[in-house]
């Protein structure tokens, strides 16, 4: 296989053994751009759709700048969850295959001393929280005088007032000479701003997404008043073999809702931020395993969750931005492969909806639920027109609200 991408010849020789194992040909866009400043050691902020490559636009480079030879700690990764420094580090492992190179993860919500014995195997990259990363600082366990780049994944999730103050620290840490990148599917105004303030001169770099990859997700909606949504997520599930992962605004509203669906014999798991690290654990790995169909979380319980074949992304609850719709959508059709997102929204957000595709430049498409299938208005059968002006009931829908009530009152 002959690797259309000049850079290519420039990597060390396990980079490209693992490059040539991958099967890729040529980089992605954000790939290409980025690599050759990365590896110059310039500061750079990435603004790149999810599922573009990311990770590995400054994962490659980061192994490509590491001296071997030097045990110590020289570069360090911040992540805003836990999920995402598990992923991160096993990508990292993925790249540095044949080399010696070591890398580790910290975070938090474990044992402080179990994981200081991580630090004993002298890694050179270091993956993790915010939080956990600046008390192994405060410890004097990790050591920033040698320290080369620090890189923000989810740059627009860290620079936020609860991990801001913590990034910061960080950063300052390491000596002034230190390369600072910043990645994100999304780079707010704001974000840009601060990340600025903790760089020299960066380089800024923005890639949208190609019509090709736009094309390969479908964005759908259903038009349904908020009272109805549960019953169209339900219809929804019904309507194929489906791996989806639904956005719900709250712990509140996610709660009632995998109860409700529960009752109505639909296999959910739930994740939110008073869900407990077993149960949550528990619960991405069923649904990877294909136990649950159906993966409801709110929006700060879902980051850094990448899960691969995702069919389905539902906005049940509507996003408050437009970033944050790009945000969720984009946990589907990642890597070139074909996904479905669908909005299940009320009229008025039906006009937002579709003032978030113009901005994006996505077709958005109206569907109906109807008999197991998702179909066009126009296509709905007749008789549907004549006994049902919203939705066609279930036989046992009235029965089965009987006894949800009934239960509830218990």
Do not use: C
């Amino acid at each position: 296989m002959t690797v259309q991408w000049s850079f290519f010849k420039e990597m060390k020789p396990f980079l490209q053994k693992v490059w040539q194992k991958s099967g890729f040909e040529n980089p992605t866009s954000i790939q290409e751009k980025a690599v050759p400043l990365l590896v110059d050691k310039k500061d750079v902020i990435a603004e790149s759709p999810t599922g573009t490559g990311k990770t590995l636009a400054y994962v490659m480079p980061l192994l490509q700048n590491i001296d071997s030879t030097n045990t110590h700690i020289q570069a360090v990764i911040l992540a805003p969850s836990r999920e995402l420094v598990m992923q991160i580090l096993s990508e990292v492992q993925t790249w540095a295959e044949g080399s010696s190179i070591d890398v580790a993860s910290f975070i938090g919500g474990v044992n402080v001393k179990r994981q200081l014995e991580k630090l004993k195997k002298r890694p050179q990259i270091v993956v993790g929280t915010p939080g956990r990363i600046q008390e192994l600082i405060k410890m004097k366990k990790i050591k920033m005088h040698e320290v080369k780049t620090i890189v923000l994944d989810e740059g627009d999730n860290l620079l936020v007032p609860e991990h801001q103050g913590t990034v910061e620290m960080i950063v300052k840490s390491a000596l002034a000479e230190r390369q600072v990148v910043l990645f994100s599917a999304t780079l707010p105004d704001h974000t840009e701003k601060l990340a600025r303030s903790m760089m020299n001169d960066p380089e800024v770099l923005k890639v949208k997404q190609s019509e090709e990859a736009k094309a390969k997700v479908e964005h759908l909606y259903v038009v349904a008043e908020h009272r109805d949504k549960m019953e169209v997520l339900r219809r929804i599930m019904h309507t194929g073999k489906l791996t989806a992962l639904g956005f719900v605004k709250d712990i509140g509203s996610l709660s009632v809702l995998t109860e409700k669906l529960a009752y109505r014999g639909i296999d959910v798991g739930a994740l939110h931020s008073e869900v407990k690290k077993e149960e949550r654990v528990a619960a991405i790995r069923k649904f990877r395993e294909g136990k649950y169909p159906l993966l409801l979380a709110t929006d700060v319980a879902a980051r850094g969750l990448d899960i691969n074949g995702l069919s389905h992304v539902i906005h049940v609850d509507f996003p408050l931005d437009v970033n944050q719709y790009i945000h969720r959508s984009g946990r589907t059709g990642r890597a070139g492969a074909s996904g479905t997102v669908i909005s299940i929204v009320t009229p008025r957000e039906e006009r937002v909806l579709k003032q978030f595709a113009k901005e994006q430049g996505i077709k958005v498409h109206k569907r109906e639920v109807i008999g197991g299938n998702i179909v066009e208005p126009e296509n709905r059968p007749v008789e549907q027109h004549k006994t049902d002006k919203k939705y066609p009931k279930s036989k046992n829908k009235s029965s089965n609200s009987k006894k949800y009530t009934k239960k509830a009152k218990k």
